[in-house]
């Protein structure tokens, strides 16, 4: 046993800082110091010992005057021991007073009681928790930073109790009281409730740890992801507690979900088996998964209107209703990104003064808030405008920014490879198509592989099956033309050495033997350390062109030959019409006027040049022939060819009437319509052959003459001498026979002379 | 039917020989002489000539109206008799014959002096061949 003084050795050696109090409010006099609490208030024992409590410690910098001064009013009321909370105070440091040691301590009234029950001494003690609470403070800064928060079922007592991390990511007030069942009631999913609660009744089996991620719907309606990992603490095989943490995924498990999301928009694209229109259908409704309450659409941007391309979720009536928009400084949030090409934010799109003159349109929708986000090309023009609407009045938060960024660069990914993939395999197809209506075939020798590529329709142009030749320079050079073989040689090996771009012409010829002209490019690709690595080029089939020209260059030949025929024709039909004998001239068929008229006319007529040039044919007619010749005229003017003749009187300069055969024909002369005369003079003609036909009509009486007049009697007498000597009983005397041969006779030379007068008048000179 | 022989000449001597010889090769022993062509073509239109045929002996060369004539008018009757011509020249000009002949009506063509046996083989022309048929 140990003495009375001994207590009080061992009480000031106590390692909990203690005082002990008289209880004779309000001094509350200092009987007793422990020297630890000497310690940790900075205080030396002697200073305290018979002073009043208040008197050292007349206040606290974090406690209400009110709330110090009655610190002991609990103990003394209830007369049991009385625990405060851990509370902040501050002691002056024993170096520099004036400094203030900050502490946490939880602070113990216990009143000592005589033996009528009356409080005789309190103890003040006291323990340091400031490394504590500094713990749990960083615990539950770290646990909120991290949005995580611990949890504990206590199978025994069959509470649950939950972190102040917890209860914030649930939303619930700070004295909320969670149990099991309502802590079950926060997963809207019964399946996910079935998976937490078999999860708890396997880790409670076995003492696993069980990692779950289940959405749930918060005190205050959000939806989020949490993390649940939980461990059973299991003693002797029986589960006294289930405790564990909890972590709010949600943006976690957005991005990640993003990420999927993104990664099977991206292989769906790559697969381009998926029309465009119907992966950012796919893309937009994801995203609308991913963010509750957001509805997506997509615009095309062309010729400074919004044209509709995907709005999988909004009213048909809606995007209608904006089609073909024009864009603008306050054309709604879309119109207006696509306008300034930057994101446009209406949060409230009924108090948007950029909505002011299309609210109409969305607000009967139910819609609300519209974020829009241009989607720029490589080149930086407008192509697309992605808008998020909501149906509450919102304003994006820093992830749902995040995720407007990453989906318009995904957007602006997709939509421009997709266009440049359309363009390249449209370019292709063009090409292919081009080479074989242009007959142009390309071709590649890789010097690295040493492999030889044809397109198919430079094999076409070559003639061979591209299935059974494997192109190679060899196989070229043996299709290439005996005579221009060694200059294609050459060639090839000049641009080897130089490295220039060649374009040159080469004959090939067919395995069919037949012979074709082709025009080359070849282009030598080195890598960055000068080295060849590829030549290149591509071959156009001129045959055509090159026979073509052959034949231009015939038909030029031919032309020039004809040309110099023609000038020499015209020189010879000058000389033939200027230096007929024959009067010849060419006039105007419409105006009459001498448009030339040669020497043998000048001469012939009397007429010089100028007085034919400024007269008309008709003034070489004598009026009694002017009708004809119109009549001629007018039927020449009908034909563009009509070659006539005819026989006209004409009248000389001096007068002379002379008859004239003309030869005429059509002819264009300087663009006009016009004849060619040739004129032959026959007066002369025709007097001779008046004077013949005059002298053939005596001959022709004459010959009537001897065929009638004279053959008359002479028959008479033929006749008289036969019926005498055949017919001699004629029944006619001999006398009268004989009379009548006589008569003939005489009648006879009577004719003859007749016709000697006759021949005597015709003058055959 | 009968046949009249009809001799038409402006040569009453042609006429006279040519009787003698009609006679003589049976052709007719009643030749009727005409020396014009306007004769000829009374007697041919006057109406004893009913139910006759008529074979004319006709000169081309006459005055007033020549054989050519004679033929033409012959062409022209309404309703003629069965009419036959020989037609008879002292011409030897062809062409007088190619004329002729080319009259349906012209059976022969006889340059003067006419000879017997031209006669003899008139008879066997087929137009008139009933008309000597014995």
Known sequence: MIGEQHYSVVFQALPIPCLVLLPNAPEFTIINVSDAYAEVTNTNRCDLIGKGFFEIFPNSPYLSDTIWKNIFDEVIRRKKPCKVAPQKYAFPTADVPARLDVKYLEVVNTPVLDAEGEIEFIIRSMTDVTDTIYHERFLEDTQHAARIGSWEVNMARQTVTWSVGLRKIYEVASNYCPDFDSTMAFYPDESDRQKIKQAFQKAMKDGTVFHIALPITTAKGHRRWL???????????????????????????????????ERTI??????RTTSLKAILADYLLGLEALLPGIYCSIHRVKDGHLLNWVAPSLPLSYTSSLHNLPIGKKTGSCGTAAYSKKRVIAKDIANDSRWAAYKHLALPHDLKACWSHPIMDSGGEVIAVLGMYYKQVKTPNHDELIIIDRTSSLLKTIIESRQNADLAQETTAMMAQGQELACFGNWQRDFETDRTTWSPTLCDIYGINPAAYLPSFEHYLALVHPDDRERVMHIVKQIHQTGNDTVFEERIVRPSGEIRHIRSWARLLTNGDNVPIKLIGACLDITETKQAELTLKNLHAELEKHLKEVEESEKKYSDLFHLSPQPMWVYDLETYRYLDVNAAAITHYGYTREEFMSMTIKDIRPPSEIQKMEAAVALSRQHDKLFSKGIYKHRKKNGEIIHVEVRSNIIKSHGRKAEIILAQDITEKLYYIEAIEAQNKKLQEIAWMQSHMVRAPLARIMGLVDLIQHVPESGIENSELLDAINSSAIELDDILRSITAKAEQINLT | MELRVMIIDDDKIFNLMTTVLLRNTGITINPISCTSGQEALALLLSPTTQDTAFLLFLDINMPMMSGWEVLARIEELACPPPIYVVMVTSSID?????????????????VKPIKREKLIALKNVIALTDFFSY
Request: charged content about 30%.
């Open chain 1, 227 to 261: 993390s649940v990992v939980g461990k059973a603490d299991l003693v002797d095989g029986t589960c006294i507690r289930v405790y564990g943490i909890s972590q709010d995924i949600t943006d976690t498990k957005r991005l990640t979900d993003l990420d999927h999301l």
């Open chain 1, 266 to 271: 991206l292989e769906l694209n790559a697969q």
């Open chain 2, 94 to 110: 062809e062409a007088d014959k190619a004329k002729a002949m080319s009259y349906e009506r012209v059976i022969g063509y006889m």
